[in-house]
């Protein structure tokens, strides 16, 4: 069997644990997903992610819980627990600390992004889908924006600062704007002193001014300009995949020319509204 159609498998069974998360999943039904036999199963997914598949399905619904707790400060921790397929709380509590050296509650109240962000360093089989990229006018967007400067694994960090100035303000309601980010280049072939990264929302009514306010949220724009787009869907841990593809399948063959904007990002829903393999992300590539 080669290696082609192994990856193939895995990545089938990583998809199916994605979108099933709130289901009851053990090794049999998984080893039918990846239509190998059980006896070899369970060594074959290890050797390709470096985890064993109960640790991956554990791991991908102590994501979203990581998220939830970050992000969603109404949802009672005891809900996330059952949501994450746990009998309690304590034993959710147990696994998350074990996980993550923080428990739920130390977490939501100060999480620590770049020791999560080690957890979920895996090997994860590539996905070989086509780029379907469209031409689009991106119309002049009035902005607010919070930039954040350095190690691009406290990006959560800021943003659940803007999430915070959003809901505080309510110039740009989440439920009711457009969010963006706006790296200024890519985190993995620059200091990381160097790297910034705004995060961006639409304003309610263009509003022309922003209060000073604590979060240090200031008014902008992203100007009007011509751009390629396609659709990220799955992990924003992945986007670079895309944007890679961007540049190196899809540039060459077009005969367009890049224009000066930084790529940039609209989220269209986020990851702790929806399971991981839903997200969509509007990945922009400027040109002239």
């Not at 006896?39 to 598949?53: I, N």
């Not at 554990?58 to 939830?68: E, G, P, W």
């Not at 800021?158 to 309601?173: E, I, M």
């Not at 000073?212 to 992203?222: A, L, P, Q, R």
Request: hydrophobic share 35%; aromatic share 12%; with cysteine.
């Amino acid at each position: 069997m080669c290696k082609e159609s192994l990856e193939r498998r895995i990545k089938r069974v990583c998809d199916y644990i994605s979108h099933h998360l709130d289901g009851q999943l053990d090794l049999a039904q998984l080893s039918e997903v990846a239509a190998l036999s059980r006896y070899h199963f369970h060594r074959v997914f290890l050797a390709y992610t470096g985890v064993s598949v109960i640790k991956f399905l554990q791991l991908a619904r102590l994501k979203r819980a990581s998220f939830q707790l970050a992000f969603e400060l109404d949802m009672k921790i005891i809900d996330i627990a059952l949501e994450a397929q746990f009998d309690s709380s304590e034993a959710f509590s147990r696994a998350f600390k074990r996980t993550f050296s923080q428990t739920p509650s130390q977490f939501r109240q100060n999480p620590d992004w770049p020791n999560w962000y080690r957890v979920y360093e895996l090997t994860l089989p590539n996905s070989s889908d086509k780029l379907e990229v469209s031409i689009v006018e991106f119309a002049h967007t009035p902005i607010a924006y919070l930039t954040h400067s350095g190690d691009p694994q406290r990006v959560y960090e800021s943003a659940g600062k803007f999430v915070a100035w959003r809901r505080q303000s309510q110039l740009s309601p989440i439920a009711n704007c457009r969010t963006f980010g706006i790296p200024n280049g890519d985190p993995n072939t620059m200091e990381e002193s160097a790297f910034r990264f705004k995060i961006c929302g639409s304003l309610q009514h263009n509003n022309s001014t922003i209060p000073d306010n604590e979060f240090g949220v200031k008014v902008g724009e992203i100007p009007a300009m011509r751009c390629a787009k396609v659709t990220h869907f799955g992990s924003h841990d992945t986007l670079e995949n895309t944007i890679y593809a961007l540049y190196e399948q899809w540039l060459p063959q077009s005969q367009e020319t890049l224009g000066e904007h930084p790529v940039f990002f609209e989220y269209l829903n986020f990851i702790h509204e929806v399971d991981e393999c839903d997200l969509r992300t509007e990945v922009y590539l400027p040109l002239v």
